[in-house]
């Protein structure tokens, strides 16, 4: 495989940025649209609803049909919310209090393209990077790094906000970790909804 120094390749994006300003004036503008999620990807989230901090573990599986969020709250409980593309969600403990409650949505997790159709609002710079962003009508605002196209944010209409802080395309979460623990099954429907 060929390597290109690093310069070569900022090059490449500025003749590209170039570019796209240059095509900007001689056509019809047409409005960004944003990059479908990659099938698999691991990502580290902070999230903050009005003021509770959360670190989320995100592993997007799209692959498998599975979406994994792995929940810390701040000086608080570790839990799982583990989500199947047949529309079942387990969310439960691994500690003593062996907590497990088993959900069934009628659509199971998000596709790839699930941001398809979203209204474009323009550009809007949010901490160091800045975005393109889109709302999804009654779900959420979203945040993308117009040079990278990787997701910066996203921001429920609850309220509740979504920071990306890290995003690994690619990334697989091992197959034994997708295993709700036997307690999940073994509860009948008293802890389900
Ligand atoms: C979390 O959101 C609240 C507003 O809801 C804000 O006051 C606070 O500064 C935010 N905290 C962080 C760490 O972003
Ligand atoms: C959905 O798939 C998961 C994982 O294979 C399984 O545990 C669960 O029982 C399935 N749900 C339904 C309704 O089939």
């Known amino acids: 495989m060929v390597s290109l120094p690093i310069h070569s390749f900022i090059v490449f994006l500025l003749v590209l940025s170039v570019a796209d300003q240059i095509s900007a004036v001689n056509e ?6 944003p990059a479908p999620w990659p099938e698999q990807f ?64 009628e659509v199971g997790i998000l596709r790839p393209n699930w941001l ?25 605002w979203y945040y993308e790094d117009v040079i990278t196209n990787r997701p910066v944010q996203w921001i429920f209409y609850t309220g509740r906000e979504a920071h990306v802080m890290t995003f690994e395309v690619g990334a697989v979460l091992e197959d034994e970790k997708w295993q709700a623990p036997v307690y999940c099954f073994h509860n009948d429907e008293k802890k389900s909804e």
């Open 28 to 33: 019809p503008e047409t409005e960004p649209v």
């Open 42 to 105: 691991h990502a580290v989230l902070l999230m903050n609803k009005s003021g509770s901090l959360e670190i989320v573990d995100l592993w997007y599986d799209w692959v498998n049909g599975r979406n994994f969020n792995i929940i810390q709250k701040q000086l608080g409980k570790l839990s799982y919310d583990l989500e199947w593309n047949n529309g079942t969600s387990f969310y439960y403990t691994l500690d003593a209090s062996k907590t497990c409650r088993t959900v069934h949505f």
């Open 116 to 140: 398809d159709g979203a209204n474009y609002l323009g550009q809007r710079q949010v901490n160091r990077f800045l975005c393109n962003v889109w709302e999804k009508v009654e779900f959420l």
